[in-house]
């Protein structure tokens, strides 16, 4: 189905079936709390950068990744593509256009918890429709433990576990195989996962910048200029 299509068809699953959505932000917004936020940027990049869920300031721009987190994400692309560092927004934008930003879920939990394994899987299957038949890529930056965790159903327990458990899984590189289930269709991706640039992370947060630019320095003629 088309990209519209699919979107659309997130928007009635969410309708389905109760669950905990963040309906006061998303009435500060003005927008339907059901309206999915799937993903922002370019479906034909190389690259996907996949974070757990949305915040506030995602819920108000309609964008993964806009708030104090996707700002170093954002920032580290253009530091990449251009060598030098930015907050014009504008400019942040556009580096946020190279790249496929997208969740585990497309939705505003309540306060600051991750959804639940039960939420995750309901809406796995548009995640999966995204990453195999829309988005063109197979490199994936994901950022924190939760998002990297969302794809052990695609590798053995014991792979995903031991790898995870390694000192230096913030520079090595997991391919895995994302088959969905009942389906057909499947693609070879590779796991490149980084902590969660959060200023409470004190283990990793001061050096998220450097850890990026050393994921996106391999990638770096894919993005073009």
Not at 141 to 158: H, Q, V
Request: charged content about 30%; hydrophobic content about 35%.
């Amino acid at each position: 189905m088309s990209v519209e299509k699919l979107i659309a068809s997130v928007h009635e699953e969410a309708k389905r079936e109760d669950f905990p959505i963040d309906e006061k932000v998303y009435k500060s917004a003005g927008r339907d709390p059901f309206e999915p936020t799937l993903f922002f940027g370019n479906l034909q990049s190389k690259v996907c950068f996949f974070a757990r869920d949305l915040g506030k300031d995602e819920v108000h721009a309609k964008q993964p990744l806009y708030g104090a987190a996707g700002r170093l994400v954002r920032n580290g692309i253009h530091v990449t593509m251009h060598g030098e560092s930015t907050k014009d927004q504008d400019k942040l934008e556009a580096a946020a256009k190279k790249v496929l930003l997208t969740n585990t879920v497309p939705y505003k939990p309540p306060g600051n918890k991750a959804y639940s394994a039960a939420v995750k899987k309901r809406f796995r299957p548009f995640l999966e429709e995204l990453l195999l038949e829309h988005w063109q890529g197979d490199y994936i930056i994901t950022l924190g433990n939760e998002a990297f965790k969302w794809f052990n159903t695609y590798a053995t327990k014991k792979v995903a576990d031991e790898f995870f458990r390694r000192e230096d899984r913030y520079e090595a590189e997991l391919e895995i195989t994302i088959a969905p289930k009942g389906s057909d269709l499947e693609k070879k991706v590779i796991l490149a996962p980084l902590p969660h640039p959060s200023p409470l992370n004190q283990k990793y947060y001061h050096i998220f910048p450097d850890l990026l630019q050393n994921r996106l320095l391999k990638v770096k003629d894919s993005l073009g200029t």
